[in-house]
């Protein structure tokens, strides 16, 4: 691999915030970033990656052509597999602090939304190149989520105790989505009018940094908006895994983690 999406945010911005191309190149590695994440998501596999940050995005990148760049998602090692027969959720394992979804700070459970939530926070901070959420322990990082996404009355009713005690303090304070505030078209780089923009970034960060995971919208619901009509090379959305990843492979259990080395053999070493 050329570069890590967090070596090319520090080292290469200017290729992100080029006022020619430069949302345009966000666009297309968050959409590849979708498309991964779909495959991994699918009935199929029922993969959760768990630890989606910069660090684990891969990237080829194309001197000529930047949607010739191809992203890859690796470290798949912190992955969970649901049981296909079980409707029960992943054991918790955190990812790193400023990509947590906060069903993961608040339960000991969660699915595959928190890989969701995650990109969302890689997509923010591709804007405006920081990390948003970036408290270092869970009680602080709750509380900046919060406050910057917003609560409604039965959220803020269903926090524990000892975070809705402060949110009932200032309620009003913590109902106010600030997204839209945060990634006003004046916060962000000097793009001229390309194929997408802050409008439609603000709209897909508004579907993915949800509180609610139920409300938080899914890969293949983020792969279908219309923003993406400007793209002229794209990644297939609707690759499934091959057969042969679950045929002969018995049950799949969170426990049996046979999975990784099968998926390495037929995805990676053929």
């Not at 070596?7 to 949302?23: D, F, V």
């Not at 080829?60 to 296909?84: C, F, M, W, Y």
Request: with cysteine; hydrophobic share 35%; aromatic share 10%.
């Amino acid at each position: 691999m050329d570069t890590t999406l967090r070596i090319l945010n520090t080292h290469n911005r200017s290729l992100l915030t080029n006022k020619k191309n430069g949302a345009e190149f966000v666009g297309f590695l968050i959409y590849q970033l979708l498309v991964a994440v779909r495959f991994l998501h699918q009935k199929k596999l029922r993969l959760v990656h768990r630890d989606i940050r910069p660090d684990n995005i891969y990237i080829i990148r194309s001197e000529n052509d930047l949607t010739a760049t191809v992203l890859k998602l690796g470290d798949i090692g912190s992955a969970r597999q649901h049981s296909p027969s079980s409707d029960e959720v992943v054991n918790i394992f955190p990812p790193s602090y400023p990509y947590r979804a906060p069903e993961i700070i608040l339960t000991d459970s969660y699915e595959t939304s928190v890989d969701i939530w995650s990109i969302g926070c890689v997509l923010a901070e591709l804007i405006i190149g920081r990390p948003t959420f970036q408290r270092r322990s869970s009680f602080n990082l709750i509380f900046d989520i919060v406050s910057t996404i917003g609560l409604t009355d039965s959220e803020i009713s269903d926090l524990p105790d000892y975070l809705q005690i402060k949110v009932r303090k200032n309620p009003e304070k913590f109902k106010k989505n600030k997204i839209n505030e945060m990634f006003d078209d004046f916060m962000l780089p000097n793009w001229d009018k390309q194929g997408i923009n802050g409008g439609e970034f603000r709209h897909l960060l508004n579907r993915m940094l949800v509180y609610d995971p139920r409300r938080r919208s899914n890969a293949d619901e983020l792969l279908k908006v219309p923003i993406w009509g400007y793209l002229k090379k794209t990644v297939e959305p609707n690759i499934e895994a091959k057969s042969e990843f679950i045929e002969g492979y018995g049950e799949i259990t969170e426990e049996n983690s046979n999975w990784k080395s099968m998926f390495l053999k037929i995805y990676i070493y053929k």
